[in-house]
């Protein structure tokens, strides 16, 4: 059974760095064409692709976030961690985690909300 | 970078209509689209991948078809689970999404 959950802190300050995390289990992403996503929703907004990391290491960021977003992966811990900086009002959204093998988003994470604010 | 247009951005309609969506990008991405649907509070959930292939489990009133710059979903006869959000999504270069369609009565 696939599944994917994200964690993080629920509540940042501007200008800090948020760290998230993609726990996932019943794949690999040793597995050859594996890949996980980051994507965003801001509050009643539409989906926002972020991220994505494969099996062999290759990254890929979103063009207009590619200077705040750093994905990594530890396939030992079974996980895909995002960082982004310089987080602002703006980035309030909840994240989520998706895998992606040979169909972008068959299975997701519930998500998690993120709520940047002093 | 690849942007895509949904039309409408919204429309009403009623159980047992028929219902079609469009996606247009602004380059083509041959077949690389794939549609979701999203309820309130909940994840997106994959119905349609590479422009026509039906996600497994997903029923058969849904169907997607198109290629290059301009794709359709189509809903042949709307259920009451059918309300709901409409995205679609491209993977052609990077990944971008529409900026969706909802789906009321």
């Known amino acids: 059974q696939v599944t994917l959950r994200e964690s993080g802190p629920a509540l940042v300050k501007p200008k800090q760095t948020l760290t998230l995390t993609c726990t996932f289990s019943?794949?690999?992403?040793?597995?050859?064409?594996?890949?996980v996503n980051w994507i965003r929703q801001p509050p009643g907004k539409a989906l926002e692709w972020l991220a994505r990391i494969d099996w062999d290491d290759e990254k890929y960021y979103n063009t207009s976030l590619t200077t705040r977003l750093t994905i990594s992966k530890d396939t030992s811990k079974n996980q895909v961690v995002l960082t982004m900086t310089s987080m602002d009002p703006a980035d309030t959204a909840t994240y989520y985690c998706?895998?992606?093998?040979?169909?972008?988003?068959?299975?997701w994470g519930q998500g998690i909300l993120v709520t940047v604010s002093s | 970078d690849i942007q895509l247009t949904q039309s409408p951005s919204s429309l009403s309609a009623s159980v047992g209509d028929r219902v079609t969506i469009t996606c247009r990008a602004s380059q083509g991405i041959s077949t690389y689209l794939n549609w979701f649907q999203q309820k309130p509070g909940r994840a997106p959930k994959l119905l349609i991948h590479s422009a026509s292939s039906l996600q497994g489990g997903v029923p058969s009133r849904f169907s997607g078809s198109g290629s290059g710059t301009e794709f359709t979903l189509t809903i042949s006869s709307l259920q009451p689970d059918d309300f709901a959000t409409y995205y679609c999504?491209?993977?052609?270069?990077?990944?971008?999404f529409g900026q969706g369609t909802k789906v009321d009565i």
């Open positions: 019943g794949f690999s992403l040793n597995t050859g064409g594996m890949c």
């Open positions: 998706a895998r992606d093998y040979g169909a972008f988003g068959d299975y």
């Open positions: 999504l491209q993977t052609h270069a990077l990944h971008s």
